[in-house]
Nanobody
Framework: VQLQASGGGLVQPGGSLRVSCQAS????????IAWFRQAPGKEREGVAC????????FYADSVKGRFAVSRDDAKNTVYLQMNNLKPEDTARYFC??????????????????????WGQGTQVTVSS
């Protein structure tokens, strides 16, 4: 099983960027995808999550109203649309999942503790 994150880059403050997480090798589908980020010298932070059972989403307070997570089941891909980006959003963004179902609110608030399957991450830099 594998998660492949892509779409990062350099964007100016106030700009938008969409990163993707493609899942492969999941025989029975993935249980949900959560996004995390980590900046140099800082701890990993939960960002957003989408549950595959009913499509419910959950966001960290720091991104609520600016970020949106969605999924395309036909492509086994989850997207994180990031709008009104700020310099403090600069970080490496990771997607993660697990072989067992998980509640989004728990994994985001715990910064992904217990999740077993992680992608390699994609760098997002917000700077003028």
């Amino acid at each position: 099983v594998q998660l492949q994150a892509s779409g990062g880059g350099l964007v100016q403050p106030g700009g938008s960027l969409r990163v993707s997480c493609q899942a492969s090798g999941f025989r029975h589908g993935y249980k949900g995808i959560a996004w995390f980020r980590q900046a140099p010298g800082k701890e990993r932070e939960g960002v957003a999550c989408i549950e595959t059972s009913d499509g419910r989403t959950f966001y960290a307070d720091s991104v609520k109203g600016r970020f949106a997570v969605s999924r395309d089941d036909a492509k086994n891909t989850v997207y994180l649309q990031m709008n009104n980006l700020k310099p403090e959003d600069t970080a490496r963004y990771f997607c993660a999942t697990d072989n067992s179902p998980f509640p989004c609110v728990v994994v985001v608030n715990s910064a992904g503790a217990g999740l077993d399957i992680w992608g390699q991450g994609t760098q997002v830099t917000v700077s003028s």
